[in-house]
C-alpha cells in the first residue's frame, strides 16, 4: 500500500498570501490580499506577483475561488473571493513544522551572531 | 456568496474608458483567461479612485496603464516559467487567436511567393525549356530595367520573405516543455501538425534549401593548396590566348600553376582533343604556358 502523500512545502510568497487569505476571512479577494502583502513585504508588488501564485494555489486545491456579484465601482466586474481549504492548512502548518525545523540549533544567528559555531 | 456585501456604487467609467478597459481586459484575458482576468482589472478598477484622489484623474489613467502593461508582462512570464519546481509546464509557443493563426498562415503564404517565382523563373530559364519562354523571361521577369522585378527577386526580398515565411508558421507548431528534476533541467520540443502552418513551413524551408544548394553548387570550386603533399612556390598570370589544333581559340582570363618539388611541368587538360597546357620556368625565371599535342594512340 503506498504512503499517503506529505503535505506540500509552500513558497515564501504562498505561505503569505495563504495567511492573508486566512486573515481576511470572507473580504479576502484581490485587493485587501494584495493590500496586506504589501504591508507584510513593506514595498509594491506587481499584479502578476500575487495573482498567479493565487491562480496556482487554487488550481492545487489550497485555496477554493469563488466570485461575488458584480458591482458598479469595478465597471460591473466580479470580485474572486479565495477561502482556504483543508489542504491549504495542512501546507500551511507542513511549512512552519520546516521552518522551525531548519531554525532550531541556530540560535546564536538569531541573536545577531553571524559566523558559524566552531 | 449572498451575505458579501457588494462595493460602493459611484460613477462608472465614461464610454471611451469602458472600451479602453474592455481592450486590456480581453489583452488579460489571453495570458490569464477571463475569469481572472475579469478579477484583476476589476481590483485595479477599485484601485483608482483612491490614486485619483491622492494624485489626480490623469495620473490614476496612467497608473491603471501601467499596472496593466507591467502585470501583463509579469503574468505572460510566470506561465512561462515552471512553478517552483514541482511540476511540469508546458507552453505553446503562441498563444494566438484561430483568426491571427489563419493570417499568420497568409502572410506565410504571400512572403514565400518572390522565392517561389525565382525557383520557377529559374527553372524555367534552364536548357530543357523553349526559347519563347526563356526570351520571354529575359524580358520580364530577369530585365535588369524593370525596377518591380528586380525588387520582387532581390536577394533582400526573396530571403527576409522566407525567414519571415518559416519564423511565423513555426512558432504555431511548436510545443516547448521544460520539466525540473532533482539536478536537472529537461527540456522538451514537440510539434504539433497544423496542415496549414506545417504546408507553408515547409514550402519556406524547400525553397530555401533550393536556393542555397543552389547558390552553393553554382560557386563550388576545389582549390588546390598541396601538390604532392607540399607547395613550393606558384604562378599567376592574367589573360593568355591561344588558337587551339581544333581552329578555335583558347582564353584563359586568369589562371594559377602550383609548382611542386621535382615537377617543372603540371599538365591539365581543356578537352580539346587531348592537348595538355602546363607551366614551365625559362632560364631567366619567367614563366610560359606550354600546350602539347596528344599522345598518338590517346
Partial sequence: MSRPKPPEVLSRIEEILLLAVWELGEEAYGVPIRRRVEELFGRRLSVGSVYVPLDRMALAGLLSAEFGPPTAVRGGRRKRYYRLTAKGIAALRQTRRLSRRIWAGKPALLQGIHSPRK | MSRRRSGPTTQGPSPTESKWLGRAERLLARLVGA?????????????????????????????????????????????????????????????????????????????????????????????WSTPALRSALERTLFNPDLLGFRVLIHPATVLSGLLLAAGLNLIPLLRVGVERRPGTLVGTLALRIRAAHL?????????????????????????????????????????????????????????TFIESPGTEMLPFHLGDGGWRYGATRSADGTWHIVPTPPARGD
Avoid at chain 2, 543552389?214 to 604562378?235: A, W
Fill in chain 2, 199 to 255: 504546408g507553408v513551413a515547409l514550402l519556406a524551408v524547400g525553397l530555401l534549401g533550393v536556393i542555397l544548394s543552389y547558390s552553393f553548387v553554382e560557386n563550388y570550386e576545389v582549390v588546390p593548396t598541396h601538390v604532392d603533399g607540399q607547395r613550393s612556390g606558384q604562378v599567376e598570370g592574367a589573360i593568355m590566348s591561344r588558337s587551339l589544333p581544333s581552329g578555335e581559340r583558347l582564353i584563359l582570363q586568369a589562371y
Fill in chain 2, 35 to 127: 475569469e481572472l482576468a475579469e478579477a484583476i482589472l476589476g481590483d485595479l478598477q477599485e484601485l483608482r479612485p483612491t490614486v485619483e484622489a491622492r494624485r489626480g484623474k490623469a495620473a490614476s489613467w496612467l497608473w491603471l496603464a501601467l499596472e496593466i502593461v507591467g502585470g501583463a508582462a509579469t503574468l505572460a512570464a510566470q506561465r512561462l516559467r515552471p512553478a517552483g519546481g514541482r511540476q511540469e509546464e508546458k507552453q505553446s509557443m503562441d498563444n494566438w487567436s484561430a483568426k491571427f493563426r489563419r493570417a499568420a498562415a497568409a502572410i506565410g503564404l504571400v512572403a514565400c511567393m518572390p522565392a517561389a517565382v525565382l525557383v520557377t523563373g529559374g527553372l524555367l530559364q534552364s536548357d
